[in-house]
Structures are given as structure tokens and as C-alpha cells.
């Protein structure tokens, strides 16, 4: 569950996010919105990559500005673009980045390693470089990557905005199928078939938070005007 | 990429990265310490040896080898302009040459080494200094720099082929400074991107760093 109270931010003098408090508890979230409509930065507010200018976000319990290594290690984050979330230069020390941030060495590193390649289907690139994968590919990789740590919430920032129709496809299936909490920031409409609640973002507002039809009927109704 | 790790199950690749590095600075040293021609001529060919003989023993191709060299080669082409202008051909070549053994030596530790091995070896090797240097912080910025080196290249071609659809010229000064700026600036967004990255995949979460804005 994740509590965000009374949460403002600003950059120097712009509101980023107008004030707003609201609990998501429900296993499927979709945020929608304009380009520049506070969307990814409220994404980064989830696990503390940026902390709110007023107000606070409690993920679990967690506070994010007391807690924010605890808050990480709750809350997987994947970017848009997967070529700057891949560290290493081997697919299989790469998935295993993150594991080894967490502590894991040893038989219990390169088990968990080969567990994420698995299920990921990346088993036969584990030794190719990353830099020579595809698009599709990478973006596995990412996943890989931040589901090998078992978060208990992903939050996905556009994670399909650079992929194909088969690739934007296997992503959805698998986030269909993930057990963890999700938060997806995207302006792909189809990837909010059968979630639970989807929020609209416009000018640093959510202006509707609300089942995934009536919030795109909302949202294409804005985009519209 | 150059120098990137190739999979493989030999000797060399089995070989500790501790002992392949050690190996590394004893051929550097060997190579540079003999002053008189002869000396260099007869270290030069024992390098030279031991730089096929890797190879081979590694497995690797002849044209990967060479990928690893010609990226050098103009500014070896340079030193040895520069020797022959100043009347020094012979030192000159085998100034060159014992660099081109560096380089493949070097490339062939690299291409039978995994990038979290050699860093972990690193890691280990400056935890003597640690008072004064952050291991992780300086195994980090090694691993990055490695790995972003195709991703900027990428955004190189991106950046020429853009300005050459609009009728940029791909060659002279002008275009130079035309591909340097942009790329520097987006260089700069990625290393943003690239530190909320790591930052999110919980680098530093055992305090190998001490906070994200320092990365």
C-alpha cells in the first residue's frame, strides 16, 4: 500500500505537483496524462528517486525521506528507456546488479541470476553483450533486472514507449501476470485493459481517478478540447 | 564493443582477473623497461609470442584481435610521423610497436574477463585505501564508463544521421563541433537518467556510496 499525504513539488518556481493526498492500495494502477502533466515525476515520488517539496509518501509504512534505501528495496522502478537502466555491460551481471546491491554473493547470486534469465526467456543471451539486444530485448533485461529483487511494487515509467506491437504486447502479458503491486505511467491505452484504477494527470493535477474506461473517456475528452 | 568480454571456457578465461592484471603490468613494465634497441627488439617478439599464443589459447579471432588495435592507430600513426619528421624512425616504430602489444595484451584481458570480476578484483585491491577512495564509488564509474561507451556511440550515429538528413556535412571541423555539442549535452541528460538508474536499483544500499547527488 502506498500512503501519499499532503504532497506538493516544485522545481525552483514551477509546480511540478499541485497538492494532493491519496492511498493506492488496489493491484493494478494506470496514470495517464499530457507530456509535462507531472506523471513520471509523481512515478519517481513512489520510491523516492525524487522527494516532495511539501508532504510525505509512505509506501508499506515506509517513509520515503526517513527510509529511502528501505523504500528501494520495496519498490522496483523501470524507465522508459531500458538502455539507461542496464549498468552492465553482460546480460547476466546486469540482472545480477541489483542482487548484488542487496547483498546476495555466491551459489545464491548466480541461482537467483539464472531463475530471472529463465523466466524472462533471456537464458541463451546470459553472456551476449546488452548494448547488442533489442529493443524488446533490453527492456526484458530491465525487467529482469529490478523483478529478480522481488519488490513488493513495480512502478513502470513508459516502459513500452520505445517498443514494438509484439513487444508492447509480451511486456503487458507479463505485468498481467506479476503478483506484485503495479503503478504503469503510460499513453498506452491498451496496457489498462483490466486494471483496477486508473488515475489522469493534467497540469500537475489528477483530474480523474476512476475505473480504467471512464478515466481514458476522461482523458480523451481533455486531449480533445 | 571494443575489448567487451567474450564468453568462452578457457584457461585464460578460468584465470583469476587478480593474476591476468598482475600479468598485465609485469608485460607493461617488461616492455618499456629495456632501453637499448636490441633489448626492446628481443622483450618486443617475447611479447609478441605470448600475444598470439593468448589468442589462440582464448580462442579468439584474428579480426577481433585487430578491432581491438585499429581504433589506435591514428594516434600511433601520429608518434610515428611525428619520429620519422624528428629523424628517429627506428625508435619511432618500436615505440609503436610495443604499444600495439600493450593494446592487444591489455584487449585480451579485457575480452577474457567479466566486467563484475575484474571490478570485484579492483574493489578487493583498493580496500587498503578505502579511508581515502570509496571502492565501489571508483568500480562504478569503471563499469559505467565501459558500458556507455556503445549507448554514446549510438547517440553519435543518431546525432550525424539526423544532421546529415537536414544537409549537415558528416566531415571537417564544422562538423565536429556540431556532433561534440549536442552529444555533450545529451551525455549530461544520460548521466541524470543514469544515476536515478542505479540510485533505483539500490547502489549504495550496504554504504559503498554515501548519497545519490555524488554519483
Same mark, same amino acid.
Request: include cysteine.
Given at each position: ?225 | ?107 585480451? =584481458? ?83 537518467? =543514469? ?21
Amino acid at each position: 500500500m502506498i500512503e501519499i499525504e499532503a504532497i506538493r513539488h516544485r522545481v525552483e518556481a514551477i509546480t511540478i505537483l499541485h497538492e494532493l493526498s491519496l492511498t493506492l492500495c488496489e493491484g493494478r494502477i494506470g496514470i495517464i496524462g499530457a507530456n509535462g502533466s507531472g506523471k513520471s515525476t509523481f512515478a519517481r515520488l513512489l520510491n523516492g528517486l525524487i522527494l516532495p517539496s511539501a508532504g510525505r509518501v509512505r509506501v508499506h509504512g515506509q517513509d520515503t525521506r526517513a527510509a529511502g534505501d528501505s523504500v528501494r528495496a520495496l519498490v522496483g522502478f523501470v524507465f522508459q528507456n531500458p538502455d539507461h537502466q542496464i549498468v552492465y555491460p553482460i546480460v547476466e551481471e546486469d540482472v545480477g546488479f541489483g542482487l548484488r546491491n542487496a547483498g546476495l554473493r555466491g551459489d545464491a547470486l548466480s541461482c537467483a541470476v539464472t531463475d530471472a534469465l529463465e523466466r524472462f526467456g533471456l537464458t541463451e543471451k546470459r553472456n551476449q553483450p546488452a548494448h547488442l539486444l533489442s529493443g524488446g530485448e533490453k527492456q526484458l533485461l530491465a525487467l529482469a533486472g529490478i523483478l529478480a529483487l522481488d519488490p513488493r511494487v513495480v512502478v513502470l515509467d513508459e516502459p513500452t514507449a520505445l517498443l514494438d506491437l509484439r513487444n508492447r504486447r509480451k511486456i503487458s502479458r507479463i505485468l498481467t501476470d506479476l503478483p506484485q503491486q503495479v503503478v504503469l505511467v503510460t499513453h498506452d491505452l491498451d496496457m489498462l485493459d483490466g486494471f483496477d484504477r486508473v488515475l489522469v494527470f493534467d497540469s500537475g493535477r489528477i483530474v480523474a481517478d476512476d475505473t480504467p474506461s471512464r478515466a481514458i473517456a476522461h482523458y480523451i475528452s481533455l486531449m480533445e478540447a | 564493443m571494443l575489448g567487451i568480454y567474450r564468453h568462452g571456457t578457457s584457461l585464460l578465461h578460468s584465470a583469476r582477473p587478480g593474476v591476468k592484471l598482475a600479468g598485465l603490468a609485469l608485460m607493461a613494465i617488461a616492455l618499456f623497461m629495456p632501453a637499448s634497441p636490441a633489448g626492446i627488439v628481443a622483450v618486443s617478439l617475447g611479447a609478441a609470442f605470448t600475444t598470439v599464443a593468448g589468442y589462440g589459447i582464448a580462442r579468439i579471432p584474428a579480426r577481433l584481435a585487430i578491432a581491438q588495435i585499429r581504433p589506435t592507430l591514428w594516434i600511433l600513426g601520429m608518434i610515428l610521423i611525428f619520429h620519422v619528421i624528428m629523424g628517429d624512425a627506428l625508435i619511432g616504430a618500436l615505440i609503436v610497436a610495443r604499444f600495439i602489444l600493450l593494446i592487444a595484451l591489455a584487449a585480451l =584481458v579485457t575480452l577474457t574477463t567479466r566486467v563484475s570480476d575484474m571490478i570485484a578484483t579492483i574493489e578487493a585491491g583498493l580496500k587498503p585505501l578505502r579511508r581515502f577512495v570509496d571502492p565501489g564509488r571508483i568500480a562504478m564509474c569503471i563499469v559505467l564508463t565501459i558500458r556507455f561507451v556503445p549507448v554514446l556511440a549510438n547517440e553519435a550515429h543518431a546525432l550525424q544521421e539526423a544532421q546529415a538528413a537536414r544537409g549537415g556535412k558528416r566531415a571537417g571541423p564544422g562538423a565536429f563541433i556540431r556532433l561534440a555539442v549536442p552529444l555533450i549535452l545529451r551525455g549530461l541528460r544520460l548521466s541524470e537518467t =543514469v544515476a536515478e538508474a542505479i540510485h533505483a536499483r539500490g547502489f549504495g544500499r550496504n554504504g559503498s556510496h554515501r548519497d545519490r547527488d555524488q554519483t
